[in-house]
């Protein structure tokens, strides 16, 4: 019987992939609504735990076991770039004219910051080469951007793993940090949360922390974190790999 299940399963493997993601964040909001009061976002708790389990497996963390097969197309290249292009559909370009000049000037402020801070870390660390150099510090605007990135300069997969891992370290600070510090910032209106999401950029990470903070200022900030996704992998790849092959050159 249990061989059974298990065929069927592995033959399912990308249905199976979303039930166990779904069984995840179901245990991870859970946790953070009964056990630490909502002091720590669900969001973050559930890609800790997705970390985690990833130390399980080898190279594709738990893709490599063949019950779990079907993370490795949900965690995929296809379905990350569908993503970008789902997240860039549903945004209306009028809407921008919305968030008004502090959210155009944030979200320039947020990319050029983010990037050339990823940039002087990766150089730190010993990469001097354009490619690499451009897709770290994409990858510090947020995990979507170091990707496509990389993957449109040619990098290397090591150096788009650290991209997507600066990405993650930004996407679970922003998610935890976001509703201890909003007091202190002045984060609690919809005009603060439109320049809030073009400074920091990460969807998701400034979706779950606003959503833990007051969920009315959710659409505020995801409004200008989206355009901040779609500008970064405008830019990235193109204007500012350019000024750092001219800078390295």
Do not use: Q
């Not at 669900?42 to 019950?67: E, Q, R, S």
């Not at 801070?117 to 947020?142: H, P």
């Amino acid at each position: 019987m249990i061989e059974l299940v298990e065929n069927v399963l592995i033959k399912n493997g990308l249905l199976f992939a979303f039930l166990c993601v779904g069984v995840v964040m179901w245990a991870a909001f859970w946790v953070s609504r009964n056990v630490l009061g909502g002091k720590i976002p669900g969001v973050a708790l559930a890609i800790i735990a997705g970390l985690a389990l990833a130390f399980l497996g080898d190279k594709k963390g738990l893709a490599d076991i063949p019950l779990f097969a079907g993370l490795a197309l949900l965690g995929g290249s296809m379905l990350r770039d569908f993503a970008v292009v789902a997240t860039a559909m549903g945004a209306d370009l009028d809407k921008i004219k919305t968030a008004g000049l502090a959210g155009v000037v944030a979200l320039g402020l947020g990319i050029l910051s983010a990037f050339f801070i990823g940039v002087g870390v990766a150089f730190a660390m010993g990469y001097a080469d354009a490619v690499s150099l451009t897709t770290i510090g994409a990858g510090a605007c947020t995990y979507i951007v170091g990707p496509v990135t990389g993957s449109a300069l040619g990098a290397s997969s090591e150096v788009i793993a650290i991209s997507i891992a600066a990405g993650v370290v930004k996407t679970i600070v922003t998610t935890v940090a976001t509703p201890l510090l909003a007091r202190f910032i002045g984060l609690d209106n919809p005009h603060s949360a439109v320049v809030f999401g073009g400074l920091i950029g990460t969807t998701s990470g400034v979706a779950a922390g606003l959503a833990a903070t007051d969920p009315k200022l959710v659409p505020y900030g995801a409004l200008t974190a989206t355009f901040y996704t779609g500008l970064g992998c405008l830019l990235c790849p193109s204007v500012l790999y350019l000024l750092l092959d001219w800078i390295m050159a």
